[in-house]
């Protein structure tokens, strides 16, 4: 699904370039369930952002589905954005004026369809994603756990290949990482959605069936996860 | 792109009703003010200008001026030809008048002024002179020793007047006057009453008679310095005088316009107070609708970073932000309109304004209101659009992170 050569990012601190990405290389298989760890400031979430077309990378290629995404136009990598990716950022990345009905169907209405048709599906991701009772509430009255499974349907509406969770669980205590995770990992099984997420936390291994490790922008190791 | 404009519509429609309603309502208000300001000033001067075309027309020159061409001082056979103008489709009174340069003296003080003979009667159905008695009574036909003064000539004991210092400051009716004619003939009058019409060139005049007239100027019988014409209304004042012209090749025209010298200094100078100024509301409402739509995409910079990051098109959350803006305008303006026509106008019609030419009553004309309303949408537009395209321009992870 996504083929990844020789990527690399600088970005110029002051006058000092840093190197958050140094020439990697890699591929994601269709349906892996796939986790980039690594220490902070590793290049783990830079990573994420040039595969999640959020950023664009200093030089080398992406390949999704054999089309080089790293060229296109803004507008082009929107709408792949919105067709093809699904995105579940760190912080509760959800629209304040929004209840979370809203916040899910957004993208598909800007996808098109029937006005009905994106609501019905947007309630059947809140369902799926354990908050049908919660769909009329604004992000102010969810806890940060239900914030997160809203992001989650949300990055499904539009029936993405790929979904990117950037250490969805960072803000969440036990019980509900325990939950967004396997949120995660019944939409991998059931939907057949393929998933990338990033974690810092060594447990979340038990998830992936692929873990990329990175060090200082480098991927040192890619190994499968025995658990998964 | 009707996709765009589906979730833009989406986005504006939740922004206004779920965002911040004391921040909507106060912009709603400043250009609802500015609406009005811009509405108020044409409208005020507008009234002004056909208030005081007005008061030139009905106290000052009628619709149509009839002279003698070239040197000759008088019309001859008057008579006979205002009887030929009354009979011309179009024409609803014909009054002829006599002036004649004098001096008048009340008390030692003494003033100059212009004196006209005048049919009383005729000069009723042309002009409104008889209407604006603040003293005494008008003239009669049979009227000889009496005189008919302007308030900028009596005085009256009004001192505020604007001439009031070169008037003869305390004539009053009933009071007598000595008045000395530019040739020769001097002659006490009693001053039968006193007139405002609160137009100065007229304010300045002072009447008599044609009988008196005859009499101080015999030459003037059967004669007139001008004829003046009042016409129907709707009547093309060019067609009565090509008919008048066909009667006689020895006179001259003027319409009322040509005639109003002084006040088209006056309303060029009130156009141009305008535009300055609604050029100023103008760009009063451009800064609230930028500041505005500025603080608030400042405020909501990671939410259009993760609208963006999610998909949603730029286009689509800019046009979010000019239909919020038009919102604004749009509401601002006909909230403007309705207080305008339903509160200002019925309160300024009671209370109006009053230039040296007389009251000025606010007038909405449909064309100004259209076109500002049109000029104000489009301002609203562009001040929205500026901190919005900055925003769009921000690479995404900025806008979310910073």
């Not at chain 1, 949120?183 to 057949?192: A, G, M």
Request: hydrophobic residues 45%; proline residues 3%; contains cysteine.
């Amino acid at each position: 699904m996504f083929d990844v050569r020789n990527l690399s990012k600088v970005y110029n601190m002051g006058n000092v370039p840093v190197k958050a990405l140094d020439n990697v290389s890699f591929t994601i298989d269709t349906g892996d369930m796939a986790c980039i760890m690594g220490k902070s400031g590793s290049g783990k979430s830079t990573l994420l952002r040039q595969l999640g077309l959020l950023d664009q990378p200093t030089s080398g290629e992406i390949y999704l589905d054999g089309q080089e995404v790293t060229k296109l136009a803004e507008t082009a990598r929107a709408a792949l954005r919105l067709q093809h990716l699904g995105y579940v950022f760190q912080e509760y990345a959800l629209l304040a004026e929004l209840t979370a009905l809203e916040n899910v169907y957004l993208p598909g209405m800007m996808l098109g369809g029937k006005d009905t048709d994106y609501k019905k599906k947007g309630k059947e991701l809140l369902n799926l994603v354990g908050l049908g009772h919660r769909m009329h509430h604004y992000p102010r009255e969810l806890s940060g756990g239900e914030q997160q499974r809203v992001a989650i349907a949300r990055a499904l509406i539009n029936n993405p290949q790929v979904i990117f969770a950037d250490e969805p669980c960072a803000n969440l205590d036990t019980i509900s990482s325990k939950r967004v995770m396997e949120t995660l990992v019944n939409l991998n099984r059931d939907v057949k959605v393929t998933v990338l997420f990033v974690s810092h936390d060594p447990d979340d291994k038990k998830y992936a069936r692929s873990v990329i490790i990175m060090s200082d922008g480098k991927i040192v190791d890619r190994v499968t996860s025995p658990n998964a | 792109m009707l996709n765009s404009l589906r979730v833009a519509t989406f986005l504006a429609f939740k922004a206004i009703t779920r965002g911040n309603l004391g921040v909507t309502l106060m912009t709603i208000f400043m250009l609802m003010l500015v609406a009005m300001n811009l509405l108020f000033v044409p409208g005020l001067i507008n009234g002004a200008i056909d208030s005081s075309n007005r008061i030139l027309i009905k106290t000052y020159s009628a619709d149509i001026i009839v002279e003698p061409k070239g040197e000759n001082p008088f019309i001859t056979n008057a008579e006979s030809l205002m009887k030929a103008i009354e009979s011309i489709d179009g024409v609803a009174a014909v009054a002829s008048r006599n002036t004649i340069n004098a001096k008048i003296t009340f008390e030692g003080k003494q003033t100059t002024c212009t004196v006209v003979g005048i049919e009383p009667k005729r000069d009723e159905e042309v002009f409104e002179i008889s209407q604006n008695i603040i003293e005494g009574a008008y003239l009669s036909p049979r009227d000889r020793n009496e005189i008919l003064l302007g308030v900028q000539l009596a005085g009256a004991d009004i001192k505020n007047l604007e001439l009031y210092s070169s008037s003869l400051q305390h004539v009053h009716a009933g009071n007598k006057v000595i008045v000395s004619y530019a040739n020769g003939p001097e002659k006490q009058y009693t001053v039968k009453g006193i007139f405002r019409v609160r137009f100065i060139q007229t304010d300045l005049q002072a009447f008599i008679t044609d009988l008196e007239f005859q009499s101080v100027m015999p030459a003037s019988r059967n004669r007139a310095t001008s004829i003046r014409i009042k016409l129907e209304q709707g009547t093309d004042p060019q067609t009565v005088i090509k008919r008048i012209d066909n009667l006689r090749d020895d006179l001259e025209f003027k319409t009322w316009e040509e005639t109003a010298g002084l006040m088209k200094s006056m309303t060029d100078s009130f156009f141009l107070i305008n535009q300055i100024l609604s050029a100023v509301n103008f760009l009063i409402a451009g800064i609230t609708v930028f500041i505005v739509t500025y603080v608030d995409v400042v405020n909501r910079r990671r939410q259009i970073g993760i609208q963006r990051a999610i998909g949603i098109n730029p286009q689509s959350i800019a046009i979010s932000y000019l239909i919020r803006a038009l919102f604004y305008a749009l509401t601002g303006l006909a909230l403007a309109i309705i207080a305008f026509k339903y509160v200002v106008i019925p309160l300024e019609m009671r209370h109006p304004f009053t230039f040296p030419f007389g009251a000025a009553y606010l007038t909405t004309k449909f064309t100004v209101t259209a076109r500002m309303s049109v000029i104000l949408l489009v301002v609203a537009l562009i001040a929205a659009y500026i901190p919005v395209y900055r925003t769009m321009r921000i690479r995404i992870l900025e806008a979310i992170w910073g």
